[in-house]
């Protein structure tokens, strides 16, 4: 037979106070009626001043529009909201946050907001740690094309004298097997040499 959880164990108000999240309980168009402890520190206010707040007093300017024209018409078709980004004043500032609300009987409701301000800055730092890596990856491809063009100059330059050897000896000789191959040989490898440099610089225009 398997035992009942030991739930008088469990101090749940203290599970509730310091949840790492904001709870509230607050009426529709009425005053906050309870607020955990961890939405307290947050707000920089104690018990006995939130329950004098409604909900639209805990928000900025633009959140309290917001609110009022969208969020609070879908709790009461709906009796849910998820997700929803606001702004919360504090006296120390602003902080984003994320609003999930559920309305009950009495038009109750019982909202969880998650505070995202950290969230944010850990993203901005993706960011501009990817964007960083992606300028010095341009910065790379940039160096390495710059290399392989001047040493395709230095290259180019010994196999143009090459070519023009070439050239020269077949204006000059026109009889013999044996230079007939060497010529060939030398314009084979010349030719090659040519394609692997031209190959090259391609590769390095395209990873740039």
Not at 86 to 111: D, H, M, W, Y
């Amino acid at each position: 037979m398997e035992k009942e959880p030991a739930t008088d164990l469990i101090n749940f108000k203290c599970v509730y106070d310091n949840a790492p999240c904001g709870l509230l309980t607050y009426k529709m168009q009425g005053p906050i009626m309870y607020a955990n402890q961890t939405l307290l520190k947050w707000l920089g206010v104690s018990e006995e001043e939130i329950i004098t707040k409604k909900m639209p007093d805990i928000l900025d300017k633009a959140g309290v529009l917001y609110y009022e024209l969208f969020v609070q018409p879908i709790l009461k078709m709906h009796q849910e909201v998820k997700e929803i980004s606001l702004r919360i004043e504090t006296p120390k500032g602003a902080f984003s946050c994320l609003f999930n609300g559920v309305a009950g009987e009495g038009q109750i409701v019982n909202a969880v907001i998650y505070k995202i301000e950290d969230r944010q800055k850990y993203e901005k730092e993706l960011f501009l740690k990817r964007s960083k890596a992606e300028e010095d990856n341009k910065l790379k491809s940039k160096a390495l094309q710059e290399v392989i063009f001047d040493h395709s100059h230095l290259v180019r330059a010994p196999l143009a004298n090459i070519l023009g050897l070439i050239t020269l000896l077949e204006r000059t000789i026109q009889n013999g097997k044996e230079v007939t191959v060497i010529i060939a040989m030398l314009q084979q490898s010349a030719s090659k040499l040519d394609n692997q440099i031209t190959s090259i610089v391609n590769k390095a225009n395209l990873t740039s």
